[in-house]
């Protein structure tokens, strides 16, 4: 199994920025795809970013690309989200995720780290 858990999340103002961590844990070796997921208060879970283990090829929402960026330390077994130019509707509690086949779907989960955007 791999544990995750997310850390930096807070409250920060329009147009400010953040950074997020992902610490994984276990059998880390078994974890291809990282990914950063976002909840809304009263929203359904949202896709925000993918990386590959590599860290060669990264995806995104169309509601972050060109403001948030995804990487991935495999030394340290740290993913990370640099949210810049922060709006209120970014507002959401951010789940850190990992795949174990490249391209497949989430199959580990982080606890959350609340991110809150003031106007």
């Known amino acids: 199994q791999v544990q995750l858990v997310e850390s930096g999340g807070g409250l920060v103002q329009a147009g400010g920025s953040l950074r997020l961590s992902c610490s994984a844990s276990?059998?880390?070796?078994?974890?291809?795809?990282m990914g950063w997921f976002r909840q809304a208060p009263g929203k359904e879970r949202d896709f925000v970013a993918r990386?590959?283990?590599?860290?060669?090829?990264?995806t995104y929402a169309a509601s972050v690309k060109g403001r948030f960026t995804i990487s991935r330390d495999n030394g340290k077994n740290t993913v990370y989200l640099q949210m810049n130019s922060l709006k209120p509707e970014d507002t959401a509690v951010y789940y850190c995720?990992?795949?174990?086949?490249?391209?497949?779907?989430?199959?580990?989960w982080g606890q959350g780290t609340q991110v809150t955007v003031s106007s």
């Open positions: 276990g059998r880390t070796s078994s974890s291809t795809d």
């Open positions: 995720a990992a795949a174990v086949i490249p391209t497949g779907p989430f199959r580990y």
């Open positions: 990386i590959s283990w590599s860290g060669a090829t990264t």
